[in-house]
């Protein structure tokens, strides 16, 4: 069975930082490039950022509203994926899921979906 | 960034309704297009890939088309579980973006 499990949310003061972590389980996790989204209270998705495979060196993308303060990083040993937070604003309060997927029909698509960690950001 | 726009934003059906619901983006996307489905407080889970291949183990009452800039989703006849938000997601070029959602209520 295919498992996303987040962690690392919580409550954290404009500025703060913080790192949510996402272990995967149930499929060959080093061939999948993995997604991380987030979902602001009442609204609809955002995509955040992803980071591809060891074939494509790790390289990252982000959304505009992240990048330079966003970091995503993975440890395909661990079988886990990583978003360091820095100086997060109150417009980051969002629950925040991961999600992964592995080469079909010309793409990565997100597949699997965890059932996400929420962050808070407030003074 | 391409614009993701679904329509409409919500919608009443009853059960055993056939429901359509459109997303068209702002420029071609081939078929790097997916759909996705979020039950009231529950996580997003993938219906489609590629714009009409379902995701294993999704009912076939669901199916989507399209390609280029115009997309459906369809479910055939309602079900009591298929009340949730669907949201397009386009995988054709960075950064990802989601359309605004369909919210499918209860008549």
Same mark, same amino acid.
């Given at each position: 069975?295919?498992?996303?499990?987040?962690?690392?949310?919580?409550?954290?003061?404009?500025?703060?930082?913080?790192?949510?972590?996402?272990?995967?389980?149930?499929?060959?996790?080093?061939?999948?490039?993995?997604?991380?989204?987030?979902?602001?209270?009442?609204?609809?998705?955002?995509?955040?950022?992803?980071?591809?495979?060891?074939?494509?060196?790790?390289?990252?993308? !982000?959304?505009?509203?992240?990048?330079?303060?966003?970091?995503?990083?993975?440890?395909?040993?661990?079988?886990?994926?990583?978003?360091?937070?820095?100086?997060?604003?109150?417009?980051?309060?969002?629950?925040? !899921?991961?999600?992964?997927?592995?080469?079909?029909?010309?793409? !990565?698509?997100?597949? !699997?979906?965890?059932?996400?960690?929420?962050?808070?950001?407030?003074? | 960034?391409?614009?993701?726009?679904?329509?409409?934003?919500?919608?009443?059906?009853?059960?055993?309704?056939?429901?359509?619901?459109?997303?068209?983006? %702002?420029?071609?996307?081939?078929?790097?297009?997916?759909?996705?489905?979020?039950?009231?407080?529950?996580?997003?889970?993938?219906?489609?890939?590629?714009?009409?291949?379902?995701?294993?183990?999704?009912?076939?009452?669901?199916?989507?088309?399209?390609?280029?800039?115009?997309?459906?989703?369809?479910? %055939? %006849?309602?079900?009591?579980?298929?009340?949730?938000?669907?949201?397009?997601?386009?995988?054709?070029?960075?950064?990802?973006?989601?359309?605004?959602?369909?919210?499918?209520?209860?008549?």
């Amino acid at each position: 069975e295919v498992q996303l499990v987040e962690s690392g949310g919580g409550l954290v003061q404009p500025g703060g930082s913080l790192r949510l972590s996402c272990a995967a389980s149930g499929f060959t996790f080093s061939g999948h490039f993995m997604d991380w989204v987030r979902q602001a209270p009442g609204k609809g998705l955002e995509w955040v950022g992803r980071t591809r495979g060891k074939a494509d060196s790790y390289t990252t993308e !982000y959304a505009a509203s992240v990048k330079g303060r966003f970091t995503i990083s993975r440890d395909d040993s661990q079988n886990s994926v990583y978003l360091q937070m820095n100086n997060l604003k109150t417009e980051d309060t969002a629950v925040y !899921y991961c999600a992964g997927g592995g080469y079909r029909s010309g793409r !990565y698509f997100s597949d !699997y979906w965890g059932q996400g960690t929420l962050v808070t950001v407030s003074s | 960034d391409i614009q993701m726009t679904q329509s409409p934003s919500s919608l009443s059906a009853s059960i055993g309704d056939r429901v359509t619901i459109t997303c068209r983006a %702002s420029q071609d996307i081939a078929t790097f297009l997916a759909w996705i489905q979020q039950r009231p407080g529950k996580a997003p889970k993938s219906l489609i890939y590629a714009a009409s291949s379902l995701q294993s183990g999704v009912p076939s009452r669901f199916s989507g088309s399209g390609s280029g800039t115009d997309f459906t989703l369809t479910i %055939s %006849s309602l079900q009591p579980e298929d009340f949730a938000t669907y949201y397009c997601q386009q995988f054709n070029t960075y950064p990802l973006t989601f359309g605004g959602g369909t919210k499918v209520e209860i008549k």
